[in-house]
């Protein structure tokens, strides 16, 4: 999926292409220091995540702008077994 | 793969680059935030330094951008912070400066960044689509429920480009102070953000601050949201928002784009059938047929669902 809307095709030159591979390299670089630190991040998500389940019980859950629907315990999900990631 | 999943992402965390790609000249400098490495677009911060100047010329990509600090002069018009440009590809923009410098957001949309001297437009350039505003302060908030099931209030939106085909957007976005919004979020889009300025938080990847940014592919969860201070930012999907709200941190893209898949079974089941009985999935989609049905000029209809006639040797592109 792209914003692809108008563009003009053109031959791209080696100094371009260079700088189109560097970019990717280091694009990589940056993508990976996110997933570490987004793993890094878990324990205190896990507990983001309890409270965003207690506020669900206590004020309810936003379907749709304010309207809020209140959420039973018997009807929170379940964490599944296996490692939880954020970051795809 | 086109642009992988970036966030939580924050400028400020990261030194300027001088832009060794021809044609921008010394003074332009810019971090990369995301960067489609398919086909080279990319959404760069891009600091002109106090002096810069910019001949006059195009750019092979389409291209959006937003003056975050200082001002920059385009031709006869001064640019403040908040200005914000759609530029199609192909079309010359005068020449840019800024005497005392300027932080921009830059977004080439189809393309890697590219910059040829020119005072005129390319003949395969689509001028009318080109357009320009003060967007903070020639554009009025709006609430944020122009989509059902919206945002909570709190949450406001400035449209400023729209694409009428693919029902892509570019938008300013706020949220006011104690803003909060107890569900978890996803689309059937690409999403992309960037804070101009303030704080807001997201259960999944905590505060992105100013200079904050994310790239998100479709059907990843996000939210609950919330914010202390108040924040605004830049936002943009590729297609169409819709808000897929639930409350199950734990799902997975995959489920969340079955979840869509059978949502879209329920509400729409006629059209669901013959998309998957037809198998008429292939990735440009079916025909349609106001696309290509002869016409008594000879015209052919472009992305945006308009038409015309006219002359040209070169190619022309058609989504």
Redesign the interface.
Known sequence: MTFIYTKIDREIPDEVRQWLEQEGKEQEERYQKIVAEMKALNPTRDQWYEEFFERLKKYGFNADGDQRVKIKEEELPVKPDGEHVVVY | M?R??????CDRDVPFKNM???GFGSGFSYK?L????E????TMTVQLAGGYRQAPGFS???LEFIVVEGNIQVGDKSCRKGHYFYV???YALPEISSEQGALLLM?Y????P?RVDSDEH?P???TE?YHDVDSFGDIVWQPG?LV??????GCMIKLLNF?PQ?Y?MTFLYCMTPDFH???ISYHD??EEGYHLWGTSWM????DLPTGGYFWR??Y??HG?FASEFGCIAIG?T??KLFNH?H????ST?GQNELRSAARLAKRDPILYKWCVNNAHNHPHGPEDFEDTMARRGGGHTH??GTHHHHDHNG?H?H?
Do not use: K
């Open positions: 086109s992988p999943h970036i966030e939580p992402f060794t790609l021809p990369m995301s960067f489609d490495t086909i080279g677009s990319c092979y990509s389409e199609p590809a192909g977004m949309n189809t393309a890697e590219s390319h395969q350039s689509r689509l429920n059902s099931p919206s945002v909570a209030s694409n693919t892509a919004q107890d569900n889009c690409c259960m999944q990847f905590g592919p479709p990843i969860n609950a943009r590729d297609s709200f409350y199950n941190p734990w893209p992305a945006d190619d592109v989504d």
